[in-house]
């Protein structure tokens, strides 16, 4: 098959996008790549090895624009289809696969309208407005919140089930903020410190470029011997090394969590488009296998009572919500509905 993968503009949506195409490749699968000038999506795959083709089209998101500006983002989307038709029709592409995302409207809109069947993945448990608006009209629709024929394990990396664990006490533990860092759970780290410090508990911690001369500089001032990042591609093998985290409960992060078997303590952004993170949280607290709490004060008694509660119990939960090669059981997916098609 011929498949062209479209969507992205954050990583939470790029991260998908390249498990399910490395998956396709894989299973001998031509693959290309439909995105946007505009999010991290070049910067993702500018130079990728990966896709046989990459285009990076000139759009924007349309939601946050008012008047003018939406009617202007509008018009991009409008000729990014035209080149999109254009696109699908040269790569003779059998399946255009929507990771979600402004940059995904384009090639969605054009496989449609072409004829080639449309197939979606779903990483929140609210789903997108996109998403929500093309998926009748998809061929196959897939997420890990929900039941059924669309339900899929989360395409999350081997290297977190391999490395998974039971964790029965809190050795170490991560600060997680997201790529961009989180202010709020820096400074809660912070906060907290001098108690995890006096516990014997190690912290790791991922605070973002932008705070993180701030936050060496007050572990310093504190005599506490953090292992503080700005930025790192090594988030997998901190993970192996931690018990329990603190983090914004975006899809990615939170179910290379839950595949590592690490409880989690999670402060969704506030801001977050539907309130996505929340919702995200709240299965896995449902499935009573983490803590969810708004950001606010008194945050901190919460999560050291979470830390000295029996995470073990937690930890053995989290293994049973996700399963190994989410990636690759989505692709055969696709290859057994594009046999009636």
């Known amino acids: 098959m011929n498949i062209l ?28 790549f439909i995105g946007s000038t505009s999010g991290q999506d070049r910067q993702w795959f500018g130079e990728s090895t990966l896709f046989e083709q990459t285009h990076f089209l000139d759009t924007t998101g349309v939601v946050n624009k008012k008047g003018f500006g939406k009617l202007g ?3 991009k989307i409008l000729k990014a289809v035209i080149t999109s038709r254009g696109i699908i029709h040269e790569f003779q592409a059998d399946a255009v696969v929507s990771v979600g995302g402004f940059s ?3 090639a969605s809109l054009a496989s449609l309208l072409s004829k080639v069947p449309l197939y979606i993945h779903e990483q929140n448990a609210v789903t997108g407005k996109l998403n929500r608006l093309l998926r009748p009209y998809a061929q196959g629709f897939y997420s890990s919140y929900e039941e059924g024929e669309n339900h899929c ?48 508990i ?8 932008k705070e993180e001369e701030r936050v060496k500089a007050a572990y310093a001032e504190l005599f506490i011997d953090a292992e503080v990042y ?7 093998s901190l993970i192996e090394r931690s018990d329990f985290a603190v983090s914004r409960s975006g899809a ?71 399963l190994p090669h989410g990636a690759a059981h989505i692709i055969e997916k696709i290859e057994e509905k594009s046999k009636y098609l």
């Open 202 to 209: 190690h912290i790791l911690h991922q605070c973002g470029i």
């Open 230 to 236: 700005g930025f790192t591609t090594q988030i997998a």
């Open 153 to 200: 394990d989360y395409p999350v990396n081997g290297r977190y089930f391999q490395n998974a664990r039971q964790r029965n006490e809190v050795k170490t533990i991560i600060f997680l903020g997201g790529s961009q860092g989180a202010k709020f759970v820096n400074d809660l780290a912070l906060e907290i410190a001098p108690w995890l410090n006096e516990k014997g």
């Open 73 to 75: 983002a509008l018009w």
């Open 5 to 32: 993968f479209t969507g992205g503009g954050t990583g939470g949506h790029l991260v998908i996008a390249l498990s399910l195409a490395e998956a396709a490749r894989e299973r001998g699968h031509r693959v290309m």
């Open 104 to 106: 995904a409207a384009p």
């Open 252 to 322: 990615s992060t939170l179910w290379e969590l839950c595949a590592a078997g690490v409880p989690a303590f999670y402060i969704p952004f506030p801001h977050a488009a539907a309130d996505h993170q929340y919702h995200n949280a709240r299965y896995i607290i449902e499935h009573n296998a983490g803590w969810c709490e708004r950001q606010g004060e008194g945050i901190a008694d919460k999560l050291k009572a979470a830390i000295m509660s029996d995470i073990a119990s937690k930890s053995k939960v989290l293994s049973t919500l996700i």
